[in-house]
Nanobody, 120 residues
Framework: QVQLVESGGGLVQPGGSLRLSCTASGRFFSINVMGWYRQAPGKQRELVATITMSGNTNYADSVKGRFTISRDNAKSTVYLQMNSLGPEDTAVYYC??????????????WGQGTQVTVSS
């Protein structure tokens, strides 16, 4: 019943910035935790940052101080502001959400991913 759509990825030079967005649409009761994950070629998917409905955040050590996660509950949207980007940040970034459906079932939803490439 829910779709997650990311936007904002692309090619950026080292030291540059990007802002990713992910919007949930469809029919659901509520969304608790939303977050961003990433997967580089040949590596496992890793958690980047999460944020609860009330605004509590967690960050991977590798991005702390450079990335900021935020959300707009009225728009069912989560953002990831990425600053001081380096080649090590190159990956496909995936949006994730913990969803409560109207029938009270719960599941984890994933977006299709958006490519972020940091290169000169």
């Amino acid at each position: 019943q829910v779709q997650l759509v990311e936007s904002g990825g692309g090619l950026v030079q080292p030291g540059g910035s990007l802002r990713l967005s992910c919007t949930a649409s469809g029919r659901f009761f509520s969304i608790n935790v939303m977050g961003w994950y990433r997967q580089a070629p040949g590596k496992q998917r890793e958690l980047v940052a999460t944020i609860t409905m009330s605004g509590n955040t967690n960050y991977a050590d590798s991005v702390k101080g450079r990335f900021t996660i935020s959300r707009d509950n009225a728009k069912s949207t989560v953002y990831l502001q990425m600053n001081s980007l380096g080649p090590e940040d190159t990956a496909v970034y995936y949006c994730n959400a913990g969803i409560r459906a109207r029938d009270n079932t719960g599941y984890s939803g994933w977006g299709q991913g958006t490519q972020v490439t940091v290169s000169s």
